[in-house]
């Protein structure tokens, strides 16, 4: 079910809202758990009720191995239970994400014939592994406690986070949960919610939606993109996957309010850092933070020397290239990221202004530094979007090649969107022939619409630090009206396939 659709704001978040509060109210706590719970369930098994077997399977499996660490007298039988719990949870990631890479693979290198299974890939299986695999590490060396099992499904399945994150750990969710206080309705964490939601989801159906358009359409020509083509379709991706997956994050983190559960915020405005260490600071901070704590960490972090904190440094990001998807692409894009933050860990060049404080032999100013940093964010991003190795190089090729063949009018005019029908109308009446000038400034006025939000407050800045007033609501209300007219044209979320 998509949070940009019909049936889940006008059919499941009321029912679920008044279903929660119902129950709370007259003292049902425990019901109200499994609830909540049950209605997760049918949110994830509404795309697909295959997807509800791989999940149940996943949440039974973690929580047995929960169980049995109760009965865990000795660090032998604590490593066994760590050893049970990844190779479950990465042997459920590996089966149903990249058994066909694994396998295509070595058939390529060695010239065997192993079938390949082309496996459904179910919803947001990266995230919710990634979450119980948090939950069972820490309960394996102690820093978790056991549970009840409607406890366990509710952390897990919690709609708002289960399909695209942020990845939750269980010492911030589950207090939230207990705390009975939070299920009482409180019409403040309500309004913020409706603010958060109301503001991602315009960051989803108005923005990354039709930024979409020219972005799919010229990553399928990418043999007949011209240099200013290519690089404004890598621009338009490069503000599509943000207002897309922030969009989401945004939508969960108010989704969360009205609940009164407070989730973790996944971005700060991570196109204003000035290098590529503090980007990742600022991006996809939940997944950050995982890997800084399950692989970054264990590895030795920056103890032992640098050239070991090099390559942890290295790992953290490949696993995150990896971890984004089962293409040679994704690996490519996540050495380059690390390679990046590797650069800036040595200290040669510094940014004045930025978060890193470590001292550098030279520095450069921060717009510069921001310049860069944006730029090669852009490029990486052809390894991230192309389907293979052999498109990302030919948009490299495109970018370099240095030639204008008029091609982006056949990107723009793509760009079709009923909020300028009546425009388009009245241009092929009076000027047919400046129809295409008219999709082109269309194109870049998204672009520039774009590119002024994200100078802007981010979400979390506007809900903190702008009051309630009648400005406020008026901006909410539009937006909202605005999104909901759009569904016809909906897309699922990128990181759905992650």
Same mark, same amino acid.
């Given at each position: 079910?998509?949070?940009?659709?019909?049936?889940?704001?006008?059919?499941?978040?009321?029912?679920?809202?008044?279903?929660? !509060?119902? &129950?709370?109210?007259?003292?049902?706590?425990?019901?109200?758990?499994?609830?909540? $719970?049950g209605?997760?369930?049918?949110?994830?098994?509404?795309?697909?009720?295959y997807?509800?077997?791989?999940?149940? $399977?996943?949440?039974?499996?973690n929580?047995?191995?929960?169980?049995?660490?109760?009965?865990?007298?000795?660090?032998?039988?604590?490593?066994?239970g760590?050893?049970?719990?990844?190779?479950?949870?990465?042997?459920?990631?590996?089966?149903?994400?990249? !058994?066909?890479?694994?396998?295509?693979?070595?058939?390529?290198?060695?010239?065997?014939?192993?079938?390949?299974?082309?496996?459904?890939?179910?919803?947001?299986?990266?995230?919710?592994?990634?979450?119980?695999?948090?939950?069972?590490?820490?309960?394996?060396?102690?820093?978790?406690?056991? !549970?009840?099992?409607?406890?366990?499904?509710?952390?897990?399945?919690?709609?708002?986070?289960?399909?695209?994150?942020?990845?939750?750990?269980?010492?911030?969710?589950?207090?939230?949960?207990?705390?009975?206080?939070?299920?009482?309705?409180?019409?403040?964490?309500?309004a913020?919610?409706?603010?958060?939601?109301?503001?991602?989801?315009?960051?989803?159906?108005?923005?990354?939606? =039709?930024?979409?358009?020219?972005?799919?359409?010229?990553?399928?020509?990418? $043999?007949? &993109?011209?240099?200013?083509?290519? &690089?404004?379709?890598?621009?338009a991706?490069?503000?599509?996957?943000?207002?897309?997956?922030?969009?989401?994050?945004?939508?969960?983190?108010?989704?969360?309010?009205?609940?009164?559960?407070?989730?973790?915020?996944?971005?700060?405005?991570?196109?204003?850092?000035?290098?590529?260490?503090?980007?990742?600071?600022?991006?996809?901070?939940?997944? %950050?933070?995982?890997?800084?704590?399950?692989?970054?960490?264990?590895?030795g972090? /920056?103890?032992?020397?640098?050239?070991?904190?090099?390559?942890?440094?290295?790992?953290?990001?490949?696993?995150?290239?990896?971890?984004?998807?089962?293409?040679?692409?994704?690996?490519?894009?996540?050495?380059?990221?690390?390679?990046?933050?590797?650069?800036?860990?040595?200290?040669?060049?510094?940014?004045?202004?930025?978060?890193?404080?470590?001292?550098?032999?030279?520095?450069?100013?921060?717009?510069?530094?921001?310049?860069?940093?944006?730029?090669?964010?852009?490029? /990486?991003?052809?390894?991230?979007? %192309?389907?293979?190795?052999?498109d990302?190089?030919?948009?490299?090729?495109?970018?370099?090649?240095?030639?204008?063949?008029?091609?982006?009018?056949?990107?723009?005019?793509?760009?079709?969107?009923?909020?300028?029908?009546?425009?388009?109308?009245?241009?092929?009446m =009076?000027?047919?022939? &400046?129809?295409?000038?008219?999709?082109?400034?269309?194109?870049?006025?998204?672009?520039?619409?774009?590119?002024?939000?994200?100078?802007?407050?981010n979400? $979390?800045?506007?809900?903190?630090?702008?009051?309630?007033?009648?400005?406020?609501?008026?901006?909410?209300?539009?937006?909202?009206?605005?999104?909901?007219?759009?569904?016809?044209?909906?897309?699922?979320?990128?990181?759905?396939?992650?």
């Amino acid at each position: 079910m998509l949070f940009n659709s019909y049936i889940f704001i006008f059919i499941f978040l009321p029912l679920t809202l008044v279903g929660w !509060y119902m &129950l709370n109210h007259f003292k049902a706590y425990e019901a109200a758990k499994f609830f909540l $719970a049950g209605m997760s369930l049918w949110f994830y098994g509404y795309f697909n009720i295959y997807y509800l077997a791989v999940i149940i $399977a996943s949440i039974l499996g973690n929580y047995l191995i929960s169980f049995l660490m109760k009965f865990s007298h000795s660090k032998i039988t604590g490593y066994a239970g760590l050893l049970t719990g990844l190779l479950l949870n990465l042997g459920f990631l590996f089966y149903f994400k990249y !058994y066909d890479f694994f396998f295509e693979n070595i058939n390529l290198a060695f010239h065997t014939n192993f079938n390949l299974k082309y496996i459904l890939l179910p919803l947001g299986i990266s995230f919710f592994t990634f979450q119980q695999l948090s939950f069972i590490i820490d309960r394996c060396i102690g820093k978790a406690e056991h !549970y009840s099992f409607v406890n366990y499904v509710t952390f897990v399945t919690f709609f708002p986070q289960l399909i695209a994150g942020p990845i939750v750990l269980y010492k911030e969710m589950m207090p939230q949960f207990e705390d009975r206080t939070n299920r009482r309705f409180n019409g403040d964490n309500f309004a913020k919610g409706i603010v958060f939601f109301t503001i991602g989801l315009g960051k989803k159906v108005l923005l990354a939606d =039709v930024l979409a358009i020219p972005v799919n359409f010229g990553f399928e020509q990418t $043999a007949f &993109l011209d240099t200013p083509s290519a &690089l404004l379709v890598i621009l338009a991706y490069t503000f599509e996957i943000y207002f897309d997956f922030s969009g989401y994050s945004d939508m969960a983190i108010g989704l969360g309010k009205m609940f009164n559960i407070e989730l973790p915020v996944n971005f700060n405005s991570p196109y204003k850092a000035c290098c590529v260490k503090e980007l990742w600071q600022r991006w996809h901070m939940t997944l %950050s933070r995982f890997f800084v704590q399950y692989v970054y960490i264990p590895l030795g972090g /920056s103890r032992k020397g640098k050239i070991r904190t090099i390559f942890n440094t290295f790992m953290v990001f490949f696993l995150s290239g990896l971890w984004h998807g089962a293409n040679w692409t994704y690996i490519a894009w996540g050495t380059m990221q690390g390679l990046l933050v590797i650069w800036d860990n040595l200290g040669i060049i510094g940014v004045k202004g930025s978060n890193e404080k470590a001292p550098a032999k030279i520095y450069i100013p921060g717009w510069l530094g921001w310049i860069f940093t944006f730029g090669f964010f852009n490029l /990486s991003l052809f390894f991230f979007r %192309s389907d293979n190795m052999a498109d990302a190089f030919q948009m490299f090729r495109n970018v370099f090649a240095f030639k204008n063949t008029g091609y982006l009018y056949k990107v723009v005019v793509n760009l079709d969107i009923p909020e300028f029908y009546l425009l388009k109308q009245a241009v092929n009446m =009076v000027r047919p022939d &400046l129809l295409n000038y008219m999709y082109m400034m269309i194109f870049f006025l998204v672009l520039i619409i774009s590119g002024f939000i994200l100078t802007r407050k981010n979400t $979390a800045q506007i809900v903190n630090d702008c009051p309630l007033n009648t400005k406020l609501c008026l901006f909410v209300t539009l937006v909202f009206v605005w999104s909901v007219i759009s569904f016809s044209q909906v897309s699922t979320f990128i990181y759905f396939n992650f």
